[in-house]
C-alpha cells in the first residue's frame, strides 16, 4: 500500500517554471515504478512523464520532452517534476501515480495522489 501526496502547484506566466513533488508513505517506495498525469477541465487524464524504481528509466509524452524533468529520491521516498518553459496548454491538475510497472497509461497504476492545481497565464 502506498499513499502519495502532491505539493508545489500554482500560478505561473507561460516561460516559467513549477517544481511538483509527491512524497510517498510506506517503506517499499523504492521499489515502484512513478508516473505524472494531468487532467484539464473537459477531458481525459494523460501521461506526462514516468520514471522506473531506479530512475534509470524514464519516459515523457512528446508535449513535455525537453522542458518537463521527472525524478526521484528514494531516501525521502519523494518524485519530483520539474518543469520548465510552462505553456497556458500545460494547465491542469496533476497527479502522480505509483505501481509495479512501468506504464503509460493511467489504468496500469494502483495508487494516486489527490493532485495539484497548476496554471499558466498567458
Known amino acids: 500500500q502506498v499513499q502519495l501526496v502532491e505539493s508545489g502547484g500554482g500560478l505561473v506566466q507561460a516561460g516559467g517554471s513549477l517544481r511538483l513533488s509527491c512524497a510517498a508513505s510506506?517503506?517499499?517506495?523504492?521499489?515502484?515504478?512513478m508516473g505524472w498525469f494531468r487532467q484539464a477541465p473537459g477531458k481525459e487524464r494523460e501521461f506526462v512523464a514516468a520514471i522506473s524504481w531506479s530512475g534509470g528509466r524514464k519516459s515523457y509524452t512528446n508535449s513535455v520532452e525537453g522542458r518537463f524533468t521527472i525524478s526521484r529520491d528514494n531516501a525521502k521516498n519523494t518524485v519530483y517534476l520539474q518543469m520548465n518553459s510552462l505553456k497556458p496548454e500545460d494547465t491542469a491538475v496533476y497527479y502522480c501515480?505509483?505501481?509495479?510497472?512501468?506504464?503509460?497509461?493511467?489504468?496500469?497504476?494502483?495508487?494516486w495522489g489527490q493532485g495539484t492545481q497548476v496554471t499558466v497565464s498567458s
Open positions: 501515480a505509483a505501481d509495479r510497472v512501468l506504464g503509460v497509461t493511467a489504468t496500469e497504476y494502483s495508487y
Open positions: 510506506g517503506r517499499t517506495f523504492s521499489s515502484y515504478y
